[in-house]
């Protein structure tokens, strides 16, 4: 079992940076490749970025390739999105995930979510 827990989000104008954190539960964070994904109001869940179990490969959504990175470091269990130059576009509730297989874009894959943590940028 994992319980994961988003932290860092807030509201930020156009160009502004933010950096999400999620923190695991749990003795085997390791085990699990993370992905992170976001929901827009009205619109469905999307994904946004994903590592592998030892932060070796990374993949990413086209939207948010070269302004977002996603890193972990599994000996404080914890995954990080680094945002930058946030455009409006990016206002969604962004959501960290959990899976056994490196299953970067496929939801169905996961098999723990956070509750979310709110972005809002500003124009």
């Known amino acids: 079992q994992v319980q994961l827990v988003e932290s860092g989000g807030g509201l930020v104008q156009a160009g502004g940076s933010l950096r999400l954190s999620c923190a695991a539960s749990?003795?085997?964070?390791?085990?699990?490749?993370m992905g992170w994904f976001r929901q827009a109001p009205g619109k469905e869940r999307e994904f946004a970025a994903a590592?592998?179990?030892?932060?070796?490969?990374?993949y990413y959504a086209d939207s948010v390739k070269g302004r977002f990175t996603i890193s972990r470091d599994n000996a404080k269990k914890t995954v990080y999105l680094q945002m930058n130059n946030l455009q409006p576009e990016d206002t969604a509730t962004y959501y960290c995930?959990?899976?056994?297989?490196?299953?970067?874009?496929?939801?169905?894959?996961?098999?723990?979510w956070g509750q979310g943590t709110q972005v809002t940028v500003s124009s």
């Open positions: 995930a959990a899976s056994t297989h490196f299953a970067a874009a496929y939801q169905q894959a996961y098999d723990y």
């Open positions: 749990g003795r085997t964070f390791g085990a699990y490749a």
């Open positions: 590592i592998n179990w030892t932060g070796s490969s990374t």
